[in-house]
């Protein structure tokens, strides 16, 4: 498959997926409110919502940084895709984009597209030249440098038993057993830096009420249906890299890899969604000194774990 078509492929995907967040996030929270919903309506609330957003005016403030405020959601989303693109579908690479999916470190390269995000948000609270969206901008900068390290940590660890950094030989090393067994420190601590890396419900800080909403305090419009797709990706791109690390990811009985994959990504991405409904939002201050004194340490107690385990295995 060329290299267009697969961009073109992963983009359609990316479309979808968004689509099914928004439609199961709107799920999710009328159940945890015991809330009547019918199908019809959730499946169509997201679509004029988008709509309705468009027909919006731009938003005008002081002096903005017009191009930042547009460059800040289109990172998110290329963000997103480019996660998506290096996922393996199955054995042999049977996804789109086959001569971009043979990354040998591809635990790297994703967290180096993760660091991004924290570029993004504060580029997006940067860009309206207002007071709120900076004030998100800078919260996101110390979430980040909070989850970010456990996040790297676990990914390690899930590495560890693989030998190699791809996330191909991740998922084959979890050919007799998930790593959510092997480790399972790994994937509850993966989940808490993947509500930071999206800033979701307990861990939105950026985009919190205390401010008004944040960096989109300013947004409307076509800007703000952007930057909430945009999240949107993150969150589908952090649940997918979480799917293959811990949960074995294309690997399953009787359906096809790529059907495995897309279910233990919704699978994940409906637990961060319930937990964003169920669990309310956490103090900044608090979320650190939680994250450097408690998920940290826990981290490398699970990389250390998962390494004496691989030298252990690898003994003749």
Not at 2 to 19: D, F, M, Q, R
Request: hydrophobic fraction near 60%; include cysteine.
């Amino acid at each position: 498959m060329g290299i267009g078509l697969s961009i073109a492929a992963t983009g359609l995907v990316l479309v979808v997926a968004v689509y099914l967040v928004a439609v199961l996030d709107l799920v999710l929270g009328r159940l945890v409110a015991a809330a009547p919903l019918r199908l019809a309506e959730a499946a169509v609330r997201p679509v004029r919502r988008g709509a309705l957003l468009l027909l919006q005016r731009s938003p005008r403030t002081e002096r903005p940084d017009q191009v930042l405020w547009i460059l800040a959601p289109a990172l998110l989303g290329a963000i997103a895709a480019a996660v998506l693109f290096v996922m393996p579908l199955g054995p042999a690479e049977l996804s789109p984009g086959s001569g971009m999916r043979q990354v040998d470190a591809g635990i790297v390269y994703f967290g180096a597209l993760m660091a991004l995000v924290m570029v993004a948000v504060y580029l997006h609270g940067w860009a309206p030249n207002s007071l709120f969206p900076m004030v998100g901008g800078y919260r996101f900068v110390a979430l980040a440098l909070s989850y970010e390290m456990p996040l790297a940590l676990v990914l390690i660890g899930a590495a560890l038993p693989a030998r190699a950094l791809s996330v191909g030989a991740i998922v084959d090393a979890q050919a007799g057993l998930w790593n959510l067994v092997r480790q399972p420190l790994g994937l509850p601590i993966y989940l808490v830096a993947a509500l930071g890396a999206a800033f979701r419900g307990p861990l939105n800080v950026p985009d919190a009420p205390d401010l008004a909403g944040g960096t989109s305090a300013e947004s409307c419009g076509a800007g703000l249906l952007l930057w909430e797709l945009g999240r949107n990706a993150v969150l589908v791109a952090a649940a997918a890299m979480g799917a293959a690390a811990f949960l074995g990811g294309w690997r399953g009985p009787l359906l096809p890899g790529p059907v495995w994959m897309a279910v233990k990504t919704l699978a994940l991405v409906a637990v961060l969604l319930g937990v964003s409904h169920l669990i309310g939002r956490v103090r900044l201050e608090r979320f650190v000194v939680v994250a450097w004194a408690v998920l940290i340490p826990l981290a490398l107690l699970d990389v250390f774990a998962a390494g004496i385990v691989a030298l252990l295995a690898g003994r003749p």
